[in-house]
């Protein structure tokens, strides 16, 4: 069925705002089992209150949205055709987006494989909200290559916050503040963690929205050139922690979440 035929609202959707116990059943999962990254994405869905909801809806229903819907891109499959972008430059958003892609061993096939352990395909429902959400989930990399936020747990945690102020989720804010009282714990630093975070939401709300952009496009960009049109700045205190817990003995390799993506 076309996109652009599916209902904003599937009937059995429900939009019911926070979900608290839920999150709480969830997160206490994820503790017992870092490695059960399907728990993050469980926290996301339980935590998709009304405001995330009206700026889908918002989004859908513009003129942009409409072109995006009607063109019915697969962005996984786009990012994931590196062939694709062999005529960009070598700064362009695509080059940097590649190389960080190899650095890492990731595809964007690969977050969409994660997200379907805990909500196999089949049990989606079939609506432009759908649609949106997985804009969010498949654009998630390119945050990491245009904010400069690593996949370290901080820089993980520092990108949730930046999410948060571009989708409203609260779950995503929840991990957030989790993961870097883990990595405190962890590691014992005094390193300012929660400054990190704050500072993800100030870039964030300060940017244009990342997963509204016409992806293709910003592909080819260059990245000094698109991260001064959305409004990107520079994670500053992110930085500044990192080389405190490098000086304190605490390798960036040492300091994970569990999962091997988190979800935008």
């Known amino acids: 069925m076309p996109l652009i035929s599916l209902p904003l609202v599937a009937p059995e959707r429900k939009v019911s705002g926070i979900r608290p116990f839920k999150v709480l059943h969830h997160f206490r999962k994820l503790i017992e089992d870092k490695e059960d990254t399907a728990q993050v994405f469980h926290i996301i869905e339980a935590t998709k209150g009304k405001r995330s909801h009206h700026q889908a809806w918002d989004f859908i229903r513009s003129p942009e949205g409409q072109r995006y819907i009607a063109e019915e891109t697969d962005i996984p499959g786009m990012l994931d ?129 990342i997963s509204h952009q016409d992806i293709a496009a910003l592909m080819r960009e260059d990245i000094d050139a698109a991260r001064a049109r959305l409004n990107i700045g520079k994670p500053v205190v992110y930085r500044q922690c990192l080389a405190i817990l490098e000086s304190e003995g605490n390798h960036r390799e040492d300091l994970t979440l569990g999962g091997p993506q988190l979800a935008a």
């Open 81 to 209: 055709d590196h062939a694709r972008w062999a005529d960009c430059g070598p700064n362009s958003m695509a080059a940097h987006y590649i190389a960080f892609m190899k650095r890492e061993g990731l595809s964007a096939a690969g977050l969409v494989e994660e997200s379907n352990k805990w909500q196999p395909p089949e049990e989606r429902h079939s609506d432009l909200t759908e649609w949106y959400m997985n804009r969010l989930r498949d654009t998630h990399d390119l945050y990491h290559v245009l904010t400069g936020y690593g996949r370290d747990a901080l820089g993980e945690a520092s990108l949730l916050g930046f999410s948060y102020e571009q989708n409203f989720n609260k779950g995503i804010l929840f991990i957030a503040y989790a993961a870097a009282r883990q990595i405190k714990k962890m590691s014992g630093t005094k390193a300012p963690l929660y400054t990190a975070i704050k500072e993800g939401r100030r870039l964030g709300k300060a940017a244009t929205k």
